[in-house]
Each structure stands twice: as structure tokens, then as C-alpha cells.
């Protein structure tokens, strides 16, 4: 089955500075790829998606770049603020239309004031 | 809209007992899932229904663990037996059905605000 690596698990970043979150997948037919932020006793929510057709997606402050040959894909968030601050958890799976999520261990960003 | 709900948002039980574990999806999402979430870990899956039935049962750990959906809506996850490894927090999810056969067809999951267990 899929398997996820997340690197690094921490990260703290002066405000203003960019963060880089890097996760790795093992299942070259995962075709889905959603980053997930996660706030201290809160849900998980859906920050951006790529799928396999496309190689990199931006919304504002936030990135997604995706690299099938390599099986990688990573997360940017430039200008970064305070309340960036959370747990970042990226995910893949297989197949098209609600199959469930193999989610990487986290990534634990603190945003330096 | 509502979101996804879960109760209770707290249980904290005696082990060797029996909890059921419940989750509301959002009105319309034909697929709905249940993840556990160990502290400092990433949501593990355990099963996923679409419709009424388990379109995907293997993340469940042990017989121990059952799970219904019976009119296609709200689902309970039943644990029997808990044991201390039990603890952790369960989190529901649901989404809608994929239109058209693409790789475009993933429907974004949408979780539930999760079940914090604790055996004792």
C-alpha cells in the first residue's frame, strides 16, 4: 500500500520568512495529493490540493509543487504570519473519487513574531 | 451549511468496556470515513462506507472494532473491549460523489471536529 514520509517534523520561521514542507509517497499510481492545517484541538482542513496532471498550483500564499518522476511533492508558504502557526499534515491516495487519505506524521510550524 | 459533526466530543471509559462513537456528514456526501489520530501522528484510516455499505474495511486493527451506516447518513463507529491503545481521537470525514471519470473527479474530504476516547 501507499506510504507517506513528512520532513521535517518541527519548523519555526521568523514572520515574514518562507516555509518549506517536503513529503515523499511510495505508490507511483496515487494521482491526489491535499495538504491539510490542523490548529491545536481543532479539525483538519484542506489548505490546497494538486492532482497528477499538473506539476505546481498556487493560491496566494500558499504553493503546491508536484514531482511524479521523483514521487515528491512539497509545500511552500512565503510571507509567512503568525497565525500560519499549526500542524501541516500532506496526504495521498489512488484512484479517482473518495478513497481514503494516507497521511503523513506532520509538521509542527511555529511563526517567530 | 453544517459541517461534519461528531458526539460525543469527549469519552473517557474504563477498560474492557464498549463505546460507540458517533458522526453527522454533511447532508448529500455519499462517502463517509473514519480516521484515528494518535498524539503527534497524522490521521490513520480505518474505514470508509459509500452509501450504506464498507466500500473499505482494512484499516480497522482487530475484530474489536465494528462500524455501521444503515440509512446511508449518520454512521457509529463501535469499539468493544477497549483497551488502554484505544486512546486517541477519532475523526470523521465525508464527501460527495466524483463527477465524470477523470482524475479531476476527487471530491475534497471534510473532516468532523473528532472524538477524543480515553481509556483508563
Known amino acids: 500500500g501507499e506510504n507517506v514520509e513528512q520532513h521535517p517534523s518541527t519548523l519555526s520561521v521568523q514572520e515574514g520568512d518562507s516555509a518549506v514542507i517536503k513529503c515523499t509517497y511510495s505508490?507511483?499510481?496515487?494521482?491526489?495529493f491535499p495538504w491539510y492545517k490542523q490548529e491545536l484541538g481543532k479539525r483538519p482542513q484542506l489548505i490546497i490540493d494538486i492532482r497528477s496532471n499538473v506539476g505546481e498550483k498556487k493560491d496566494q500564499r500558499i504553493a503546491v509543487t508536484l514531482n511524479k518522476t521523483a514521487k515528491h511533492f512539497s509545500l511552500h508558504i512565503t510571507e509567512t504570519q503568525p497565525e500560519d502557526s499549526a500542524v501541516y499534515f500532506c496526504?495521498?491516495?489512488?484512484?479517482?473519487?473518495?478513497?481514503?487519505?494516507?497521511f503523513g506524521k506532520g509538521t509542527r510550524l511555529s511563526v517567530i513574531a | 451549511g453544517a459541517g461534519v459533526s461528531q458526539t460525543p466530543s469527549n469519552k473517557v471509559t474504563e477498560k474492557g468496556k464498549y463505546v460507540e462513537l458517533r458522526c453527522d456528514p454533511i447532508s448529500g456526501h455519499t462517502a463517509l470515513y473514519w480516521y484515528r489520530q494518535s498524539l503527534g501522528q497524522g490521521p490513520e484510516f480505518l474505514i470508509y462506507f459509500q452509501g450504506t455499505g464498507a466500500a473499505d474495511d482494512s484499516g480497522l486493527p482487530n475484530d474489536r472494532f465494528f462500524a455501521v451506516r444503515p440509512e446511508g447518513s449518520v454512521s457509529t463507529l463501535k469499539i468493544q473491549r477497549t483497551e488502554r491503545g484505544d486512546s486517541a481521537v477519532y475523526l470523521c470525514?465525508?464527501?460527495?460523489?466524483?463527477?465524470?471519470?477523470?482524475?479531476?473527479?476527487?471530491?475534497?474530504?471534510?473532516f468532523g471536529p473528532g472524538t477524543r476516547l480515553t481509556v483508563l
Open positions: 505508490d507511483s499510481a496515487s494521482n491526489y
Open positions: 496526504a495521498a491516495t489512488t484512484n479517482s473519487g473518495n478513497t481514503p487519505l494516507v
Open positions: 470525514a465525508s464527501s460527495s460523489r466524483p463527477q465524470g471519470r477523470t482524475s479531476e473527479s476527487y471530491n475534497e474530504q471534510f
